[in-house]
């Protein structure tokens, strides 16, 4: 497959699929194909903004179509990997929205899948092509702040009822798999997990304070990290206004902290602190969403749909495997399930 357009179908039409549909067809090499929803003047509105691709309201019979090399999963979470599996099965290699799935039972059987068969599997959690969150990771594994300490992450959200009751898959088990966590905060589960590598044990409270839904509006966890730091997670959707995230990250040495996407202390031992600068150079329009999920930035889906279609060209593993989007899910999930027990929970999950 060297040399011609990746031809991309998108399953799903809705809030997030205009991401995928731009970054598609402005990737090199790419070209979208293919859409497909239930309903189908969500299909069809989809298609003729973006230069009329082929119109499915069966996402089966897009994955019959031989004009399709690879799809984007952009349905509720919870068919992530049910959709991923008849994929694979079809021979078409994935690009799936985040969180990947989520149960892990659910998200080993699509990576089991599409390795089997072959294809490639990539997931989208944006922040991950950041040069703000990349200079943190470099700076952090290059040891600069010595020894860590503390590693926290505050996502402290608004999300109206009518935003929940927008979607009948919103903040349910079966479908959302979660919510404060699984849906808006696992974006920075990831990053923390990332930066600050595996996490050993979890002790948690969440519950649903404010909304009117099956699964969490708020959720705190202390952590304990394999490194031996401590940390704090708090995501909630329903604190008015919601907030920019906050990321601490504190060694013997140094302290990191991002607000939004920007740092905002750069205080690494023989560096110039960042904050008595201009930012300008390291703050990439990622977006936070923190009250409105459609204010997410354009770049990293591009970033991500570009190296997917490079991936598959090259033959190569995409920038986000289903490996690495698993790690994410299995926090949030460790979380939840310290909330029901009220004891800690280690990691990994044997589940
Ligand atoms: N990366 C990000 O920042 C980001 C932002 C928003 C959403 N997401 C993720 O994207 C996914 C979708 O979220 P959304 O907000 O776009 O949801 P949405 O409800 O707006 O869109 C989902 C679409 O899937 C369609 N659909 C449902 N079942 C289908 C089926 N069997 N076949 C075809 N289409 C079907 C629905 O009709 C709907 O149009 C979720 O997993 C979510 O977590 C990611």
């Known amino acids: ?24 067809t402005s990737a090199n090499g790419a070209k979208l194909v293919a859409v497909c929803d239930i309903v189908r003047e969500k299909a069809e ?23 399709v090399d690879a799809v984007c999963i952009c349905t ?8 991923a599996i008849d994929a694979a099965r079809a021979g078409k290699h994935i690009m799936c929205e985040k969180p990947i799935d989520i149960s892990l039972p659910k998200i080993d059987a699509m990576i089991a899948e599409c ?7 990539g997931c989208i959690f944006q922040r991950r092509t950041s040069p703000v969150w990349n200079k943190i990771k470099d700076a952090i594994a290059a040891g600069k702040l010595g020894r860590m300490v503390l590693g926290d992450a505050y996502m402290k959200y608004y999300r109206s009822q009518e935003y929940y009751d927008s979607g009948e898959w919103r903040g349910t088990w079966a479908l ?11 974006h920075c589960v990831d990053m923390l997990r990332w930066i600050m590598g595996p996490i ?12 009117n839904i099956e699964t969490e509006d708020t959720a705190v966890a202390v952590l304990k990290f394999r490194n031996g730091a401590f940390g704090v997670l708090e ?3 329903s604190v008015c206004p919601g907030m920019d995230h906050r990321l601490e990250f504190h060694g013997e040495f140094g302290s990191i902290r991002v607000d939004g996407e920007k740092i905002v202390e750069w205080s690494v031992p023989g560096e110039e602190n960042v904050a008595e600068g201009s930012t300008s150079d390291i703050d990439i329009k990622i977006g936070t969403a923190a009250s409105d999920p459609t204010t997410i930035g354009m770049e990293g889906h ?21 490996e690495e989007a698993r790690k994410a899910v299995e926090v949030v999930l460790a979380v939840y399930e310290s909330s029901r027990t009220g004891q800690p929970t280690k990691l990994p999950l044997s589940y």
């Open 1 to 24: 497959m060297t040399g011609r357009d990746i031809r991309f179908g998108i399953i799903g039409c809705g809030m997030i699929s205009p991401w995928h549909a731009a970054s598609i």
């Open 45 to 67: 509105k989809l298609a003729a903004e973006y230069g009329e691709p082929k119109v499915y309201v069966d996402y089966r019979e897009l994955l019959a179509d031989p004009q």
């Open 76 to 83: 509720p979470s919870g068919m992530h990997s049910d959709m």
């Open 115 to 121: 390795r089997r068969i072959g294809v490639k599997l």
């Open 176 to 186: 959302d798999g979660g919510g404060a966590l699984m849906n808006q905060g696992v």
């Open 200 to 211: 050993e044990s979890v002790y948690a409270y969440t519950d649903h304070l404010v909304r």
């Open 235 to 237: 995501g909630t959707t």
């Open 302 to 322: 591009k970033a991500l749909i570009q190296d997917f279609a490079d991936a598959i060209r090259e033959d190569r593993e995409p920038l986000i495997t289903g």
